[in-house]
């Protein structure tokens, strides 16, 4: 009988990614993924690929980024007609905040012409993104959907994950696939759950399912990618500020019910507007409902890429927390970047997190994958490693963001048991690798003491205490 092997390992806490989608995340896994295409040419080609192998089906696809391709803009509805044999095509841009569709799919929702967002051209922002995701989300099968979720679970568990953030809504993936990976999570091994359903004055919702809060991907605003998150200045390479979602007394109204009912409030925030708009509105409720009443549901604002000093003082003062993702920096940031060609030389304020940090505001950080990949040890690299000089964390608060900080966001306890190993020989190796691009091999993910993850069972673990 063979002896136990012995390796230097390292035990942390379990990740939590605190910004996931779980079903678009494993249909990215498991289907049409763009995110490595090189160009506009290359993109449609893999369109072709999948609409022959699909027989008739709906192509759903996602992760294209037209910034990174020598052709600069994104395909054209006439474009995906041809590569699809003029089948209905939904390929959402890496951001998630506007996609392009081809005839077919534009045909089965007629409304989306009259809404705002509306492009004949093919891509789709703003209402009518809204419109036709929901049509293409409905050809996903109770089966299909299920082998995603599955994906994205099992990947996670692997990276050391212990815990996905689930952001669902009306706009997002509907109650259905809501509720179906509850039930997946409940009854198959793997990372915990913590959901949230993004719609305005939902409240009732959190208790019937069991939900962490009221918001999430509550859009107020878009994405800088798509020229939708809202500015209080003009875009520096567009004619536009982007835009607002809701009216100020809408997003007052919803806190206000979410407060009166001790329920965490969120909302999804990038430009400095939008930023502005819930941060009043969460004013004027401590006002009606008293400072103690807000600051016990803990309010929580998703990405925050844009605040300003007035901005975090006011999120400190009134005991709101931060869900954001440091891979948007190291995926857009620098003067280089996406960011730099957006904002001109208001993208060296973007993502500062070290404000964040200084300012006393909880973060906690998340992938928004599919946005981009589950990679927990990178989230850590990208919020130490700022591209911008002295916006980065500390290597041990940017640890505590991926791993722990999650459960407070979330108002919950830290789980017993839930942890993961890697092969390392200390703490100091676990950040350079990440640092380096180079991260640690998980070898067994626990949750709540069930292994959910072991691709070492014959290893004495040795961790350092």
Not at 230 to 238: E, G, K, N, Q, T
Not at 251 to 278: L, M, W, Y
Request: one cysteine or more; proline letters at 5%.
């Amino acid at each position: 009988m063979s002896r136990p092997k012995s390796v230097s390992t390292v035990r942390t806490p379990a990740f939590l990614d605190a910004h996931v989608h779980v079903t678009a995340t494993g249909l990215s896994l498991t289907g049409l993924d763009l995110a490595g295409t090189r160009s506009l040419a290359e993109a449609l080609a893999a369109v072709e690929r999948h609409a022959r192998a699909g027989r008739g089906r709906v192509v759903l696809g996602g992760g294209w980024d037209d910034s990174r391709w020598p052709e600069q803009r994104p395909p054209t509805r006439q474009e995906l007609d041809r590569a699809a044999y003029g089948g209905a095509v939904y390929l959402a841009r890496v951001d998630v905040h506007s996609a392009v569709v081809s005839s077919a799919l534009l045909a089965a929702v007629p409304e989306a012409a009259g809404l705002s967002g509306y492009d004949a051209g093919g891509l789709q922002r703003l209402e009518a993104h809204h419109a036709v995701r929901a049509m293409a989300h409905r050809s996903i099968t109770p089966a299909q959907r299920a082998v995603a979720q599955r994906a994205t679970r099992s990947r996670a568990a692997s990276l050391g994950i212990g815990c996905l953030t689930e952001m669902s809504g009306p706009e997002v993936a509907g109650r259905a696939d809501l509720e179906a990976l509850i039930a997946l999570s409940a009854a198959e091994p793997g990372p915990d759950l913590l959901a949230y359903w993004g719609e305005l004055n939902a409240i009732d919702i959190v208790a019937e399912l069991g939900l962490a809060g009221a918001g999430g991907d509550l859009f107020c605003d878009g994405s800088i990618g798509s020229h939708t998150a809202a500015l209080s200045a003009p875009y520096a390479d567009a004619h536009t500020r982007g835009a607002l979602r809701f009216d100020d007394d809408e997003v007052t109204e919803h806190v206000r019910r979410a407060t009166a009912a001790g329920v965490q409030a969120g909302f999804h925030v990038i430009g400095d507007a939008a930023i502005d708009q819930v941060v009043r509105a969460v004013d004027v409720v401590a006002d009606e409902q008293g400072h103690h009443a807000v600051i016990s549901c803990r309010h929580r604002l998703e990405h925050v890429e844009m605040p300003t000093p007035e901005h975090l003082g006011a999120m400190a003062r009134l005991g709101m927390v931060a869900s954001v993702q440091p891979a948007f920096d190291a995926h857009w940031g620098g003067q280089d970047g996406l960011y730099a060609r957006r904002l001109g030389d208001r993208a060296e304020g973007i993502n500062p997190l070290s404000d964040f940090h200084a300012a006393g505001i909880v973060l906690a950080f998340g992938s928004d994958a599919p946005v981009t990949p589950l990679n927990p040890w990178g989230g850590v690299a990208a919020g130490i490693a700022h591209k911008t000089p002295g916006a980065g964390l500390p290597r041990s608060v940017a640890r505590a963001a991926a791993m722990t900080a999650g459960w407070h966001l979330a108002r919950r306890e830290l789980p017993n048991e839930t942890y993961a190993v890697w092969a390392a020989a200390d703490h100091r190796e676990l950040d350079e690798r990440a640092l380096a691009g180079e991260p640690a091999q998980c070898l067994r993910t626990v949750v709540h003491g069930q292994v959910v993850h072991d691709v070492a069972p014959d290893v004495t673990t040795t961790p350092e205490s």
